[in-house]
Protein backbone atom coordinates (compact mmCIF):
# COMPACT_ATOMS: atom_id res chain seq x y z
CA UNK A 1 0.00 0.00 0.00
CA UNK A 2 1.40 3.37 -0.63
CA UNK A 3 0.04 6.34 0.25
CA UNK A 4 -0.28 8.58 -3.03
CA UNK A 5 -2.56 5.52 -3.91
CA UNK A 6 -4.70 5.94 -1.13
CA UNK A 7 -4.87 9.74 -1.43
CA UNK A 8 -6.09 9.12 -5.29
CA UNK A 9 -8.73 6.28 -4.57
CA UNK A 10 -10.05 8.72 -1.34
CA UNK A 11 -10.41 11.62 -3.61
CA UNK A 12 -12.26 9.12 -6.35
CA UNK A 13 -14.43 8.46 -3.49
CA UNK A 14 -15.60 12.35 -2.42
CA UNK A 15 -12.79 12.26 0.64
CA UNK A 16 -9.82 13.64 1.33
CA UNK A 17 -6.44 12.42 3.47
CA UNK A 18 -6.59 14.87 6.25
CA UNK A 19 -3.29 12.99 8.18
CA UNK A 20 -1.47 10.00 8.81
CA UNK A 21 0.46 8.72 11.85
CA UNK A 22 1.82 5.57 13.03
CA UNK A 23 1.18 4.06 16.04
CA UNK A 24 1.04 0.17 17.81
CA UNK A 25 -0.66 -1.13 15.08
CA UNK A 26 0.88 -0.24 11.84
CA UNK A 27 -0.30 3.27 9.81
CA UNK A 28 -3.56 5.22 10.56
CA UNK A 29 -5.24 7.68 7.72
CA UNK A 30 -7.58 10.11 8.65
CA UNK A 31 -10.12 10.74 5.81
CA UNK A 32 -12.21 13.79 5.55
CA UNK A 33 -14.45 16.07 3.44
CA UNK A 34 -13.10 18.61 0.73
CA UNK A 35 -14.24 19.90 -2.52
CA UNK A 36 -15.11 16.92 -3.90
CA UNK A 37 -17.48 15.94 -0.98
CA UNK A 38 -21.03 17.75 -1.62
CA UNK A 39 -21.07 16.42 -5.63
CA UNK A 40 -20.73 12.97 -4.84
CA UNK A 41 -22.58 12.88 -1.30
CA UNK A 42 -25.74 14.60 -3.08
CA UNK A 43 -25.62 12.70 -5.34
CA UNK A 44 -26.19 9.42 -3.17
CA UNK A 45 -28.75 7.41 -2.22
CA UNK A 46 -28.08 8.23 1.49
CA UNK A 47 -28.73 11.73 0.87
CA UNK A 48 -31.95 11.39 -1.19
CA UNK A 49 -33.67 8.48 1.16
CA UNK A 50 -34.65 10.71 3.60
CA UNK A 51 -33.45 8.55 6.40
CA UNK A 52 -31.52 10.00 9.28
CA UNK A 53 -28.03 10.56 9.70
CA UNK A 54 -27.18 10.91 5.97
CA UNK A 55 -23.79 11.88 6.05
CA UNK A 56 -22.96 9.15 8.56
CA UNK A 57 -24.58 6.68 6.72
CA UNK A 58 -22.74 7.52 3.33
CA UNK A 59 -19.49 7.90 5.56
CA UNK A 60 -19.53 4.50 7.16
CA UNK A 61 -20.50 2.46 3.44
CA UNK A 62 -17.43 4.85 1.68
CA UNK A 63 -15.40 4.38 4.07
CA UNK A 64 -15.73 0.56 4.71
CA UNK A 65 -15.65 -0.22 1.09
CA UNK A 66 -12.34 1.70 0.53
CA UNK A 67 -11.09 -0.06 3.67
CA UNK A 68 -12.06 -3.65 2.35
CA UNK A 69 -10.21 -2.85 -1.02
CA UNK A 70 -7.45 -2.10 0.91
CA UNK A 71 -7.35 -4.95 3.46
CA UNK A 72 -7.71 -2.40 6.78
CA UNK A 73 -9.90 -1.70 9.13
CA UNK A 74 -12.78 1.32 8.93
CA UNK A 75 -12.78 3.67 12.01
CA UNK A 76 -15.41 6.01 12.20
CA UNK A 77 -15.61 9.63 14.75
CA UNK A 78 -19.56 8.45 15.76
CA UNK A 79 -21.59 5.65 16.42
CA UNK A 80 -21.42 3.92 20.00
CA UNK A 81 -19.25 4.75 22.74
CA UNK A 82 -16.42 4.13 23.43
CA UNK A 83 -15.59 7.33 20.92
CA UNK A 84 -12.14 6.80 18.62
CA UNK A 85 -9.95 9.28 19.98
CA UNK A 86 -10.13 11.77 16.12
CA UNK A 87 -9.51 14.66 17.90
CA UNK A 88 -5.83 13.38 19.77
CA UNK A 89 -5.39 11.67 15.98
CA UNK A 90 -5.83 14.79 14.54
CA UNK A 91 -3.06 16.38 16.64
CA UNK A 92 -0.81 13.71 16.24
CA UNK A 93 -0.75 13.96 12.48
CA UNK A 94 0.67 17.32 12.91
CA UNK A 95 -2.06 18.52 10.47
CA UNK A 96 -4.30 20.00 12.93
CA UNK A 97 -4.11 22.66 15.97
CA UNK A 98 -6.19 23.78 18.68
CA UNK A 99 -6.91 27.39 17.60
CA UNK A 100 -7.92 30.45 19.77
CA UNK A 101 -11.43 29.26 20.35
CA UNK A 102 -10.62 25.59 21.00
CA UNK A 103 -11.28 24.32 18.51
CA UNK A 104 -9.23 22.24 15.73
CA UNK A 105 -8.15 24.09 12.49
CA UNK A 106 -6.61 22.13 9.80
CA UNK A 107 -3.86 23.10 7.72
CA UNK A 108 -5.53 22.93 4.10
CA UNK A 109 -9.23 23.27 4.99
CA UNK A 110 -8.93 25.64 8.23
CA UNK A 111 -12.37 25.44 10.70
CA UNK A 112 -14.50 23.94 8.06
CA UNK A 113 -12.86 20.53 8.86
CA UNK A 114 -15.00 17.32 8.89
CA UNK A 115 -13.19 14.23 9.44
CA UNK A 116 -15.24 11.03 8.49
CA UNK A 117 -13.58 8.23 8.76
CA UNK A 118 -9.86 6.29 9.29
CA UNK A 119 -8.11 3.31 7.50
CA UNK A 120 -6.10 1.30 10.35
CA UNK A 121 -3.20 -0.44 8.32
CA UNK A 122 -1.38 -3.55 9.67
CA UNK A 123 1.66 -2.39 8.73
CA UNK A 124 3.83 1.07 7.92
CA UNK A 125 4.39 3.10 5.31
CA UNK A 126 6.11 6.28 4.14
CA UNK A 127 3.25 9.46 4.01
CA UNK A 128 4.72 12.85 3.59
CA UNK A 129 5.91 14.73 6.69
CA UNK A 130 3.12 17.82 7.30
CA UNK A 131 3.96 20.64 5.23
CA UNK A 132 3.12 23.61 7.40
CA UNK A 133 2.84 24.25 10.78
CA UNK A 134 0.09 25.35 13.36
CA UNK A 135 -1.16 28.86 11.33
CA UNK A 136 -3.12 30.42 14.32
CA UNK A 137 -0.02 32.02 16.19
CA UNK A 138 0.84 34.42 13.23
CA UNK A 139 -3.08 35.16 11.81
CA UNK A 140 -3.40 38.47 12.38
CA UNK A 141 -5.68 39.59 13.91
CA UNK A 142 -7.35 36.19 14.84
CA UNK A 143 -10.83 36.99 13.48
CA UNK A 144 -12.51 33.48 14.58
CA UNK A 145 -11.91 34.68 18.87
CA UNK A 146 -14.18 37.50 18.12
CA UNK A 147 -16.84 36.09 15.27
CA UNK A 148 -19.87 34.58 17.13
CA UNK A 149 -22.47 36.75 17.32
CA UNK A 150 -23.15 35.83 21.00
CA UNK A 151 -19.28 35.65 21.91
CA UNK A 152 -20.29 31.42 22.36
CA UNK A 153 -16.73 30.55 20.82
CA UNK A 154 -13.81 33.02 22.16
CA UNK A 155 -10.56 32.72 23.92
CA UNK A 156 -11.97 34.10 26.92
CA UNK A 157 -13.41 30.90 27.62
CA UNK A 158 -14.99 27.47 26.80
CA UNK A 159 -17.39 26.54 24.06
CA UNK A 160 -20.92 27.84 25.28
CA UNK A 161 -23.13 25.63 23.72
CA UNK A 162 -26.33 26.81 25.51
CA UNK A 163 -25.75 30.33 23.97
CA UNK A 164 -25.18 29.25 20.73
CA UNK A 165 -28.40 26.72 20.31
CA UNK A 166 -30.64 29.55 22.15
CA UNK A 167 -29.00 31.86 18.71
CA UNK A 168 -29.66 29.75 16.06
CA UNK A 169 -33.28 29.77 16.86
CA UNK A 170 -33.66 33.43 16.56
CA UNK A 171 -34.23 35.22 13.42
CA UNK A 172 -30.96 36.76 13.45
CA UNK A 173 -29.35 32.79 13.17
CA UNK A 174 -30.38 31.55 10.53
CA UNK A 175 -27.22 33.26 8.82
CA UNK A 176 -25.20 30.78 11.13
CA UNK A 177 -27.66 27.86 10.05
CA UNK A 178 -27.66 28.74 6.41
CA UNK A 179 -24.25 29.32 5.57
CA UNK A 180 -22.22 27.77 8.44
CA UNK A 181 -20.39 28.96 12.22
CA UNK A 182 -19.67 32.36 11.68
CA UNK A 183 -16.44 31.51 13.90
CA UNK A 184 -15.67 28.68 11.61
CA UNK A 185 -16.06 30.99 8.56
CA UNK A 186 -14.22 33.85 8.77
CA UNK A 187 -10.86 31.41 9.23
CA UNK A 188 -8.23 32.69 6.63
CA UNK A 189 -7.55 29.14 5.54
CA UNK A 190 -11.04 28.58 4.54
CA UNK A 191 -10.61 30.53 1.73
CA UNK A 192 -8.47 28.08 0.09
CA UNK A 193 -10.77 25.17 0.42
CA UNK A 194 -14.76 26.79 -0.14
CA UNK A 195 -18.00 24.65 0.87
CA UNK A 196 -20.82 24.58 -0.88
CA UNK A 197 -23.37 26.34 1.06
CA UNK A 198 -26.06 23.20 0.95
CA UNK A 199 -22.96 21.63 2.80
CA UNK A 200 -22.61 24.04 5.68
CA UNK A 201 -26.53 23.93 6.21
CA UNK A 202 -27.31 20.33 6.26
CA UNK A 203 -24.24 19.99 8.64
CA UNK A 204 -25.53 22.91 10.67
CA UNK A 205 -29.01 21.01 10.54
CA UNK A 206 -27.38 18.16 12.12
CA UNK A 207 -25.54 19.98 14.79
CA UNK A 208 -28.68 22.02 16.19
CA UNK A 209 -31.03 18.85 15.92
CA UNK A 210 -32.64 18.46 19.32
Not at 155 to 183: I, N, P
Amino acid sequence: MTYAGIDIAARDAGLIVMGALDNDIGTLVLLGTGSAFWPVFSASVEFHDGQHDPVDRWSRRIVGRLAQQMQADALYPFGNPPYKPFIKWAKQSGRAFSGPTGMLVHDTVGMMISYRGALQFAETFPFPDPAHSNPCPSCTGQPCATACPVGALSDAHSYQVDKCHAYLDTDAGQRCMTRGCAARRVCPINQQAPRDPAQSALHMKAFHQP
